[in-house]
């Protein structure tokens, strides 16, 4: 019996903040499998803000939206993927999908909640070890800075820092999530970067400068870190997002990056599929890290997937702590 499914299409190329009209949810019939295939049922989607970026330039209008999903077999020509067994995909933001069985990887749901595959035991976690230990190349005792500190790649950032014995100070948006940080994640320091002076709380929370500065947002918060760098300090580049939805009026850059001459501070961006070959030991670090309850995570979920556009906005304003995400079954 052929399924139901509704899947997100990209009306429009977003300008400035995306809004609900570029975005439609469209109704489609997914077939039974063939001899090979499965059909997947999608528990959660994941939402993220890189799909901005490919929303200005990959994505045109009429294309069918993807990214990270877990979801169940619901049918199945394919002895590699049995009825009731549970896949993660990048086949997201639709109900049901139909696959040979390419690209799908096994998850094991009783090990941890679904969700955490989208989450701490996925992407957005190996995005945080990753970035701080392989590109920020961090040194057990060090200083941290992370900005957007209460997503779901910063939280775990400042986290692993508090684990390996590092000082750590963290920015978020509102008084509430810098609450959070301090009580609930073991920050040493937080600020509102929307009232305080990045520059003067860096000097509160690391009176002695910042080994690494594990960047997401970019503007002022860049600005104040390279100038309270210390020698050698390291900068890896996760993501800018004060300027995705930048268009007529440009974010400005670092007027200060001279910063890093005379400290020989070092820049350097990455992209998460640099540590794919690390993902054995990334999932049992962490998944031992996460049994000890030595880290936490959060989740922010939306229902449904007449809700991915909210969702989606939601990161560019805040809405989120921890995972973003759109729960689907
Ligand atoms: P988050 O869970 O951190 O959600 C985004 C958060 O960013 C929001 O909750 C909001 O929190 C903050 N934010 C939004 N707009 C601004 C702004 N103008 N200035 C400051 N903060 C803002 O998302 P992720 O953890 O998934 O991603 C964090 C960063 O990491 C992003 O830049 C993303 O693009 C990047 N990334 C990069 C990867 C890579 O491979 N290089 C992989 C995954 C993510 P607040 O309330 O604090 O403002």
Known sequence: MPFTSRQVY????????PTDDDFEVREETIDDPSDGEVVVRNAYMSVDPYMRGQMRMNWKPGTALVGGAVGEVVASKNPDFPEGSHVNSNW???EYYNSDGRGLAPVDASLAPLSTYLGIMGMP????????????????????????????????????AKIKGGTVVGSAGSDEKVAHLV???????????????????????????????????GGEQLEAALTHMRPYGRIP?????????DSDNPTPGPRNLTETIYKFVQLRGFVVSA??????EFRQEMGGWIRD???????TTFDG???????????FTGVNEGKMLVKLA
């Not at 009232?195 to 002695?208: C, F, S, Y």
Request: glycine letters at 14%.
């Open 92 to 94: 997201g933001w639709r």
């Open 305 to 315: 997937i007449d809700k991915a556009s909210a969702a989606f906005r939601g990161l």
């Open 125 to 160: 976690g190996l995005t945080a070890w990753g970035g701080l230990l392989i590109t920020g190349e961090y040194k057990d005792g060090e200083s941290v800075f992370v900005s957007a500190a209460s997503g779901a790649v910063g939280s775990v950032v400042g986290q692993i």
């Open 275 to 280: 540590f794919n070959g690390q993902q054995a």
């Open 237 to 245: 580049i996760c993501g800018m997002i004060a300027h995705y939805n």
């Open 10 to 17: 990209l009306k429009s190329t977003p300008v400035g903040m």
């Open 183 to 217: 009580n609930e994640f073991g920050f040493d320091h937080a600020f509102n970067y929307k009232t305080a002076n990045p520059l003067d709380e860096l000097q509160k929370g690391a009176p002695d400068g910042i080994d690494v500065y594990f960047e997401n947002v």
């Open 293 to 299: 309850g030595r880290i936490r995570y959060q989740e």
